[in-house]
């Protein structure tokens, strides 16, 4: 069974900087591409990063530049990296290995 569990979340103010992790279980990352998406409130589900089996990272063009997604193949654990944070970057932030597998999602919150 596929478990993926997110944490690093919290409140940071504007200009912050945080690091999500994603923890994966019962499958190995190294073979699957792992995904970052981010929920606002009254905001449709959006991609924000991905990170390919091989390991290349795509990015959305409203965090190219700020945000760095990487992994520890070790671990099994996958992370996003986000700088230079703003309000609209106040979401909540879930990890997916297509197309089903999706953690539970943690809170980030930028303040102005």
């Known amino acids: 069974q596929v478990q993926l569990v997110e944490s690093g979340g919290g409140k940071v103010q504007h200009g912050g900087s945080l690091r999500l992790s994603c923890v994966v279980s019962?499958?190995?990352?190294?073979?699957?591409?792992v995904v970052w998406h981010r929920q606002a409130p009254g905001k449709q589900r959006e991609f924000v990063a991905t990170?390919?089996?091989?390991?290349?990272?795509t990015y959305a063009d409203s965090v190219k530049g700020r945000f760095t997604v990487s992994r520890d193949n070790t671990e099994n654990i996958v992370y996003l990296q986000m700088n230079s944070l703003t309000a609209e970057d106040t979401a909540v932030y879930y990890c997916?290995?297509?197309?089903?597998?999706w953690g539970q999602g943690t809170q980030v919150t930028v303040s102005s």
């Open positions: 019962g499958t190995d990352i190294t073979r699957n591409p």
């Open positions: 997916r290995i297509p197309p089903n597998d």
């Open positions: 990170i390919t089996s091989g390991g290349t990272a």
